[in-house]
């Protein structure tokens, strides 16, 4: 019988205000009920909280989505290095006095940032007091710009901190709502280094291990959570744009095949409404008029939106460690040029991996180039979910049968089968994919390469299996004998 493994869409399952979750269901994409792998994503609005659960089965959580465009890279300091940029020294004309030009060339700077400053304050006034003081401020940040310190001038902001702790630069001077930045290389470096810190403190997120104290996370883009059995965990998004979670995870334990099922602590559909308000009343010591509040107040349903005066709990650096690896800031595993790049989760840099039982790689896949045909060797399922970009995949099953021929893009969930060869070609835009492989440990073998299988055979027998002469074994050998895993464009 033949499996459908057509790259599927998920579909909401619940949500309002605050946001919404969504599955991807076994009727559609059986692979996932053969396989016994769960797929769901969260999608939180601003001030969107997801209700405290557990889950019945062990997960790996991604962070996929950037601010503002789901397809916009972010931009990185280090470009700027949080510094202005350099000038060119001007080209001093011959027998001009030095003094004359330098005199002049302060001049013209002290009247662009008085320019730059009057302009702030007049748009500034218009907003009533806040936005006088807004104005004031931009103007102080722009003249401690000026020395060149942006720290000095993220300080000067106000209480405006990262989820890191560190402090960025205010967004009174130029918010994200603002329009395009004041073309003024004063500005230009507090803009990007806010920019991208509003880009990567992005959500927080509460996780229990059993019999353990409370973990609050900060959660940006590319990272990755392992979640074992028993974890009770909650989600929150404290900026203006969505926070996406991408949840992958073996079922093989869970209630249904194929799907998450989540036990809410509260909630319309929470653990205690289910209870008699005497058997609470006698768990949590308290009188029934109590526990009839604190059970039936909460009348969302798995996610809620909550009112901008509550403070949620702040994240804490320290949490991260052990719990969280951010696949865009950890080292390559593999890194070729105009090709991709690799990051694979394991229980080398995410002890907590070995308790889920499952692996994971993100990989970007570059403009145009291909990705080796390979096949996990450790008889490991790999389910993969398109982050952004779009590209052709070919996946070859038993009998040299092309079981899959298809363009993925942004969104889409499809498994390759054990064993089964799988190839992918990015689109002109590229293409990024996350992957969960039902192995702690994946091992793969690739079909193409320097490292492909083939350059461990000897000539004779690749001879035979191909039935050619040594001339073609020869060419065929010489090819991508520096390339691995994957390749370039042909130019």
Known sequence: MEIDLTPKLAKKEYGGNGGAYYAWCPNELPMLREGNIGAGKLALEKNGFALPRYSDSAKSGFSTVLPGSRFQQPL?????????????????????????????????????????????????????????????????????????????????????????????????????????????????????????????????AGIVLPEKEEKVLAIKKGDAIALPFGVVTWWYNKEDTELVVLFLGDTSKGHKAGSFTDFFLTGSNGIFTGFSTEFVSRAWDLEENVVKTMVGKQTGNGIVKLDASLKMPEPKKEHRDG????????PLDVDVKNGGRVVVLNTKNLPLVGEVGLGADLVRLDPSAMCSPGFSCDSALQVTYIVR?????????????????????????????????VSKIGDPDGMEWFSIITTPNPI????????????????????????????????????????????????
């Open 323 to 330: 719990m969280a690896l951010n696949c865009e800031e950890a």
């Open 76 to 204: 990185k300091r280090r470009r700027f290095g949080g510094k202005f940029p350099k000038k060119k020294k001007p080209q001093r004309k011959r027998g001009r006095k030095r003094e004359e030009g330098g005199g002049r060339r302060r001049r013209r700077r002290r009247k662009g940032r008085a320019g730059l400053e009057e302009a702030i304050t007049s748009g500034g006034g218009g907003g009533g007091g806040d936005g006088g003081a807004a104005a004031a401020t931009a103007v102080q940040l722009l003249r401690r710009a000026g020395s060149g310190d942006d720290r000095t001038a993220a300080t000067a902001g106000g209480e405006a901190t990262s989820c890191d702790g560190e402090l960025a630069a205010s967004s009174l001077l130029l918010p994200p709502s603002s329009p395009s930045p004041l073309p003024s290389p004063l500005a230009f470096p507090i803009w990007y280094y806010e920019w991208e810190k509003h880009f990567n403190c992005h959500g927080v």
């Open 389 to 421: 970009g779009s590209g052709r995949v070919q996946v070859v099953g038993i009998d040299g049968k092309r079981v899959l021929e298809t363009t993925l893009k942004g969104g889409n969930l499809f498994i390759v089968p054990r064993f089964f060869v």
């Open 444 to 491: 793969f073998t690739h079909l193409a390469g320097s490292i492909a299988a083939w350059k461990a055979l000897s000539p004779q027998v690749i001879q035979a299996a191909f039935n050619v002469g040594s001339d073609v074994e020869q060419q065929f050998r010489d090819k991508r004998a520096k390339e691995a895993i994957f390749f370039p464009p042909p130019k």
